[in-house]
């Protein structure tokens, strides 16, 4: 195997090494690494090197650990930064460091499937597609390593070292058995395992084939590890083994409490020294140690046939210690205990949690696995109706919740049923009122005493945020609930929920209309904004909706299509944010006036649900789509038609002012400004505020009140302004465009403001034939400023300014500011 190694690290930049768990690679690599010791750095990656940027930092620092070690060829690589940001510039230290280098150096990235897409991604992926010649690299991992690697694979097939490769020969197999007291013949031991070395392994430690489906050879092969491995332990190791084995995964704190040993962390190590069975992991949070699962299954069978009492108080000290932390762990520990009143009480205490988590449907299994009565307890009834609501089966659901009522009903009061039947009304309840009175209830539970764990209470206020969101109640509350969930998630190590609740703080605040703070929030997420779990196509797109609406707002329009393409590509829930991004590529679509767009946006509403749904109004999304799509179409009476069904609305402020656009649009900006004066409740949103105070100008342009006009255009321009809120100033209408022109002239703080607003949209505008620099440029000459003092805004001379001044004037084919500003107005 290190002939095969070597050759391949010779031949090739980059070499693969992939198998299955159990075929040696980290041995094999290991052995070979042994004969270069000083030309080696080794990284082993954890499940957190998930992150780019953590995998960058890490092999720069296995780099440096070996130019410490004593390899001088590169001792440059001390000066890279190994924290920095930027993996290009990093990648040119590294190629100018190593390119002097005497002798290959070579880099192994050992449990390499743990980084995923940062496999291909950051500075690894640099090195493996451009990195200097004298560096070699070895991928260590399962075959995930090979797809993510495949464009390397597919042109570099000698790259690759696969399973059977790694597997044991005939002589091998043979020279691995000599002195083994077994009946079994190489012939027949290469003929089951196929020479998987862990399987050879268990020949050499056993003498019997571990893979044998006949059932007297799985009885055979639980005798030897009784009489044989087990029994030649010493007994404290023997008990410490079958002990913890009902355990897969250990920690020293699970071993600790499954063991009465003193010294539990030696144990673990001698157990992995000595091969029995146990892999060790090392993560940022310390060692975490597996058990081989046939060894486990096995060590399980022996414990339950020899000690029955042992095995259940050992399920149960599990139970007790998972429940904390891993509360759907510690009901599966309860039910191998056979306790099932003490399972039930931890799905009663924590099912808001799993439910909320990543593990509803999990849940939902272990709730159908357990026996009668406990099957058909009106709270385990009402668990499963959430699970079903999440897996998208409402119908199912409803019935779960209606079985679960008839059953509470006929028995006795029950607490637990009354403490949970609220919490899963938040998933259930499409009633506004009802759902209302839900979340009071919910909340006063979490103003008692008894608030469960941090996990649950992080749970319950992402719940009530999420409910209330979808209801459009107290936004601020519902902005505060989502944060507070976001906060209490990160203190318990929450991924999953921190994330998720930021991503529906986002949308939240973006519906509300604070964009800059919308915005702060989506950098924060960062690129990944979506959990993969089966929240996803239930609730997933929250972040990638909010972008979208905050570009539609911003006038960004192709940003705005792209971020809401993303929704509806990601499966996202259709009666959630996919539903809403379909609403807002409708009107982005019809903003951009793109035949194209809008065909696509026109098919994508035959997937809004047909009633109401989750609290919101789905009909109303739709008809709302179709009147902007019909305006922009030029069927500007269909519009109407639709907006006046909405003319009294007072609780729909995203559709009120797309609607109201549409009637001030058509010329009757008092009808729109009284739709707009009917959203009491919303009257502190930005875009509501904005669109409110541009019509109230616009009417009292129309009045020649030009004082009251101007006013209101500037406390408009001011909300704007803070919160890039564009759309309804610069929609398309020539009368807006006339009292944006006007306030111009007559005066105000926001000149750079109006000037964008005042660019035109279509994609055959003369304004296209100008560059980018140019369009800067135009968008100040529609401003009153001089030429000095368009210089001083873009920090440039006045000759450049001047420059581009005589370039537009060329392209446009006028002569003057004043034609120019004709021809585009």
């Known amino acids: 195997m290190q002939g095969l190694i070597d050759s391949t690290v010779t ?41 780019p940027h953590r995998l960058d930092t890490g092999i720069v620092q296995a780099l440096q650990s070996l130019a410490r070690s004593g390899n001088t060829d590169f001792a440059e690589i001390l000066a890279v930064d190994a924290v920095s ?28 499937h743990r980084a995923r897409e940062a496999l291909a991604e950051g500075l690894l992926g ?40 790694l597997a044991f020969d005939m002589n091998e197999i043979v020279g691995m058995l000599a002195g083994v007291q077994t009946d079994l013949t190489p012939e027949r031991i290469f003929e089951e395992t196929r020479g998987w070395p862990i399987a050879i392994q268990v020949v050499q430690l056993t003498g019997v084939s571990p893979l044998s489906r006949d059932g007297h050879d799985d009885e055979l092969m639980r005798d030897y590890i009784r009489e044989h491995v087990l029994g030649g332990l010493p007994p404290e190791l023997a008990r410490f083994v079958l002990h913890t084995c009902i355990c897969r995964d250990l920690t020293v704190e699970i071993a600790a409490a499954l063991s009465d040993a003193d010294d539990v962390e030696r144990l673990l190590h001698e157990c992995v020294a000595m091969g029995l069975f146990l892999d060790r992991f090392d993560t940022d949070e310390g060692a975490v140690y597996r058990w081989h699962a046939k060894f486990a299954r096995h060590c399980n069978e022996i414990l339950e046939l020899s ?18 932390t891993d509360p759907l762990t510690a009901v599966y520990h309860w039910i191998d205990a056979a306790d099932f009143d003490a399972a039930l009480s931890t799905i009663h205490k924590h099912w808001v949690g799993i439910v909320v988590g990543t593990e509803s449907a999990m849940l939902e299994r272990v709730c159908l696995s357990l026996p009668e009565p406990y099957a058909q307890d009106p709270t385990v009834l ?23 009522q008839s059953r509470a009903a006929e028995g006795d009061e029950d607490p637990s049923f009354e403490l949970s039947l609220p919490r899963a009304q938040l998933f259930l ?36 945020g999420w409910t209330e969101m979808r209801h459009r109640n107290n936004p601020e509350r519902t902005a505060q609930l989502l944060s507070a969930a976001a906060q209490e998630a990160d203190a318990v190590g929450d991924d999953v929920l921190q994330r998720r609740a930021l991503s529906h703080l986002a949308f939240v605040l973006a519906w509300t209309g604070d964009l800059k703070q919308a915005e702060d929030v989506l950098a924060d997420l960062g690129e990944r904004v979506d959990d993969d779990g089966p929240w996803h196509s239930y609730a997933g797109g929250g972040a990638s909706t909010a972008a979208g609406l905050i570009a539609y707002f911003s006038d960004d329009l192709p940003r705005a299509s792209q971020a809401l393409s993303q929704v509806l590509k990601g499966g996202s829930g259709k009666r959630t944010f996919a539903g809403v991004a379909r609403m807002i590529l409708a009107w982005t679509a019809a903003a951009s006036k793109d035949p194209q767009l809008r065909r696509r946006a026109g098919i994508e509403l035959h997937a809004l649900p047909t009633q109401e749904a989750q609290g919101v109004s789905w009909n109303a999304f739709r008809h709302a789509s179709l009147a902007a799509l019909a305006e922009s179409a030029g069927q500007r009476d269909r519009a109407l038609s639709i907006a006046a069904r909405y003319a009294e609305t007072d609780d729909l402020p995203l559709l009120s002012v797309v609607l109201a656009g549409i009637v001030r649009r058509s010329g009757d900006p008092l009808t729109a400004l009284q739709m707009l004066r009917r959203l009491v409740r919303y009257q502190t949103i930005s875009y509501i505020q904005v669109a409110t105070l541009i019509t109230g100008a616009m009417v009292q342009r129309r009045r020649d009140n030009l004082e009251l006009t101007h006013s209101l255009c500037e406390q408009a321009l001011e909300i704007a302004e803070r919160q890039n809120v564009r759309r ?54 529609r401003t009153t400023r001089t030429m000095a003092e368009i210089a001083q805004a873009l920090a440039v001379s006045i000759n450049t300014v001047k420059t581009h001044q005589r370039a537009i004037y060329r392209k446009l084919g006028v002569a003057s500011r004043r034609e120019a500003l004709r021809l585009l107005s």
Not at 33 to 51: E, G, K, N
Request: aromatic fraction near 6%; hydrophobic fraction near 45%.
């Open 382 to 404: 009402l668990v499963r109706a959430c699970a079903q609501d999440i897996a998208g089966a409402q119908d199912v659901a409803r019935l779960l919740l209606a079985s679960a």
């Open 307 to 324: 000690q029955p009492e042992k095995r259940e108080q050992l399920h149960r000290a599990a139970a007790r210690f998972f429940e904390p």
């Open 429 to 464: 309840l499409d009633d506004r009122a009802e759902a209302a009175r839900a979340c009071a209830v919910v909340q006063a539970q979490l103003q008692s005493a008894d608030k469960g764990s941090i996990q649950d209470h992080a749970a319950l206020l992402y719940l009530l």
């Open 11 to 51: 031949r090739e930049r980059v070499t693969v090494v992939t198998a299955p768990s159990g075929y040696g690679k980290t041995s094999a690599v290991s052995a070979w690494a042994a004969v270069h010791r000083d030309q080696v750095a080794w990284l082993t990656l954890s499940a957190f090197d998930a992150d």
């Open 85 to 112: 940001d930027d993996p290009g510039d990093t990648l040119e230290t590294l190629s100018d460091a190593l390119d002097g280098a005497q002798r290959p150096v070579y880099l192994v990235i050992d449990d390499a």
């Open 728 to 781: 309804p100033l610069c929609d398309g209408d020539l009368e807006m465009r006339q009292l944006l022109t006007e306030h111009l002239a007559w005066g105000t703080r926001y000149e750079d403001f109006v000037a964008v607003c005042l660019r035109p949209h279509e994609s055959n505008s003369p304004l296209e034939m100008l560059s980018e620099r140019e369009k800067a440029v135009f968008d100040q000459l």
């Open 126 to 165: 640099a090195l493996i597609d451009t990195g200097p010649d004298p560096l070699r690299i070895v991928v260590v991992g399962t075959s995930y390593v090979e797809l993510a690697l495949a464009r390397w694979a597919l042109t570099h097939r000698r790259s690759s070292i696969h399973a059977d490769e």
